[in-house]
């Protein structure tokens, strides 16, 4: 198994729906997981950080399930401005630092 | 305001030729990064320096180095050993000592080789 796994998609959904992504992980000690988005030719910024079972912020909820190491991403609602690439990123140990790895990345479309 | 600057955003550079592409911060982070960016694959890292006059090989440093005189700063060269140089390349930075996850991105350079 990759160290971080995504389905690049991409998710065409109508305005207003909900969509959830998975993003699987090979480290089973892996303690903390985050969701960046990237927009188009834009640089990543941080979305969500998944610390225990889940997280919810607004209308994306981030959850954790460790038996299968999987997490999620899901969002309610779906608007325009969601439009965009979500990474998966898992911490890995080696070492001191935000040393990260980073999935390839989700491809989202919403559309009216 | 507080962020990371990266330039040139857009460099075109002959095959053979050196190219130095900078970074800075002024947001008093001690780390710094550089990664690589490709079509379908994942963010990359080349070099990161967790300290001043200190900095350590990423996954992908062959072709490329660094330097870390300063705190706010973190050049990179892409040098004429650097086989596939065309990418997209970000600077990042971050405080210093923890897995917090929050890495803060520079918009980018856009590297092409002709």
């Known amino acids: 198994r990759k160290e971080v796994e995504q389905d690049p998609g991409p998710f065409n959904v109508p305005e207003g729906a909900t969509v959830a992504f998975n993003c699987t992980y090979s480290?089973?000690?892996?303690?903390?997981f985050f969701w960046y988005r990237q927009d188009c030719r834009k640089e990543p910024k941080l979305l969500m950080s998944?610390?225990?079972s889940g997280n919810e912020d607004g209308r994306f909820t981030a959850q954790l399930n460790r038996a299968s190491q999987y997490i999620s991403l899901l969002i309610r609602d779906s608007k325009l401005s969601d439009s965009a690439t979500y990474l998966c990123?898992?911490?890995?140990?080696?070492?001191?630092?935000?040393?990260?790895?980073f999935g390839t990345g989700t491809q989202l479309k919403v559309e009216l | 305001d507080g962020g990371i600057t990266q330039s040139p955003k857009y460099l075109f550079r002959k095959e053979g030729q050196n190219v130095t592409l900078s970074c800075e911060q002024n947001?008093?982070?001690?780390?710094m990064y550089w990664y690589r960016q490709d079509p379908g694959q994942g963010l990359r890292l080349i070099y990161y320096?967790?300290?001043?006059?200190?900095?350590q090989k990423g996954d992908i440093a062959e072709g490329y180095s660094v330097s870390r005189e300063k705190k706010e700063s973190f050049p990179l060269t892409v040098t004429s050993a650097q086989k596939n140089p065309t990418a997209f390349y970000l600077c990042?930075?971050?405080?210093?000592?923890?897995?917090?996850?929050?890495?803060?991105f520079g918009e980018g350079s856009r590297l092409t080789v002709l």
């Open positions: 320096s967790q300290i001043v006059n200190d900095f």
């Open positions: 480290n089973s000690a892996s303690q903390s």
């Open positions: 990123v898992v911490p890995r140990f080696t070492g001191g630092g935000n040393k990260l790895t």
């Open positions: 990042a930075s971050s405080i210093a000592g923890g897995n917090t996850g929050e890495l803060f």
């Open positions: 947001l008093n982070h001690d780390a």
């Open positions: 998944v610390y225990s």
